[in-house]
């Protein structure tokens, strides 16, 4: 009996070891334990052949590397944020696109909300003191921060994260939950979560603290810059979770500086791995390295749906399987 050759993939980071095994049962694989950051150059030479790519949220694929790799038929991104796929370029060359949305969700809201509080009890900044040794005395004014029950909690974007933390924030911490997003929520989901929909302006005026979960697209770029940061609070909190580039960096590490808004809490930056050299010598700011998603239980799962989606349009031959979580679905003719 012949069988047909398998179709090669390329899992471009590492990876849990059963999740290569997994892909292993299906595929010829080529993988990258060493984790070496591939340039997009690089990225698209390791594609010569291959049928599928594993990627994640640093990875950029754009025309240029589907326009080297005719062969290709499916790119799944370990991540629920797609900005590091070119949409229209998938669909002119007729590859699938997928992300990992959902499996996500909750574990993200409960670092949004760890991170949020942790920026307004100043849980960094006083264990960074400690740390160095200068706590010598209690004072009643000592790392005073500001609460978090009972305040108005405002978050910009409002899918499924922004609805988890808003649940959270209402059902959890009695928080006013104000959000502005493009659309609106259904009256019953705004209900459920507890949260009311405000213009922009009102919801920077408005929020004790203002957490980020929108998507970054060009139209999103630093729509928190200097102007509005000014419309916030003096006591305020700014917490993204959501990607760098939505944040004027420079700008928000000024409003730390100067104390226009009394402290920022940050998982995502312009750039990143690099930081802003100005946000690291404020003090009143969380800095944490992209890890809102990673519980192992959390990466596991989009690992697993991101393997899955390849397995789904590539490993039953003849069936011609959609993805499980697709991102173009009906805006292309798939390759053959
Ligand atoms: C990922 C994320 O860890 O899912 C997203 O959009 O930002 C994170 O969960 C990151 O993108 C790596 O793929």
Not at 108 to 118: E, I, Q, R, V, W
Request: charged share 20%; aromatic share 6%.
């Amino acid at each position: 009996m012949s069988s047909s050759p398998r179709p090669a993939i390329l899992v471009a980071r590492a990876v849990f070891p059963e999740i290569l095994e997994l892909l292993r049962q299906h595929f010829e694989v080529e993988d990258n334990q060493a984790d070496t950051v591939f340039s997009k150059q690089e990225l698209a030479r390791r594609l010569q052949g291959k049928a599928g790519a594993f990627t994640t949220g640093g990875d950029r694929v754009d025309a240029e590397v589907l326009a080297a790799n005719p062969q290709l038929r499916i790119v799944a991104n370990m991540a629920v944020g797609y900005n590091n796929f070119d949409i229209p370029a998938f669909n002119a060359a007729g590859v699938w696109a997928t992300n990992t949305p959902d499996v996500l969700t909750e574990s993200t809201a409960d670092f949004g909300f760890a991170l949020m509080m942790a920026t307004a009890r100043r849980m960094a900044e006083s264990e960074h003191f400690l740390r160095r040794g200068e706590w010598t005395k209690w004072a009643y004014d000592m790392f005073a921060g500001s609460d978090v029950h009972g305040s108005t909690l405002g978050i910009l974007g409002m899918g499924r994260i922004g609805q988890a933390i808003a649940r959270r924030g209402h059902h959890g911490f009695g928080m006013k939950v104000v959000y502005h997003n493009r659309s609106r929520l259904p009256a019953e989901t705004e209900a459920s979560v507890g949260a009311t929909w405000v213009d922009k302006a009102t919801l920077l005026a408005q929020a004790d603290h203002l957490v980020l979960v929108l998507p970054y697209t060009p139209e999103n770029h630093h729509c928190i810059a200097a102007a509005e940061i000014a419309q916030m609070k003096p006591t305020a909190t700014l917490t993204n979770i959501a990607r760098g580039g939505i944040v004027d960096d420079a700008a928000l590490a000024e409003a730390l500086r100067e104390r226009r808004i009394a402290a920022a809490g940050l998982d995502v930056f312009e750039g990143e791995p690099a930081l802003n050299p100005a946000l690291l010598s404020v003090p009143n700011v969380v800095l944490t390295p992209h890890i809102a998603s990673a519980t192992v239980a959390t990466r596991r799962a989009m690992a697993r749906l991101a393997a899955d989606n390849l397995i789904a349009v590539l490993g039953a031959p003849g069936q011609g399987g959609q993805p499980l979580t697709p991102l173009n679905a009906g805006q292309f003719t798939p390759r053959a």
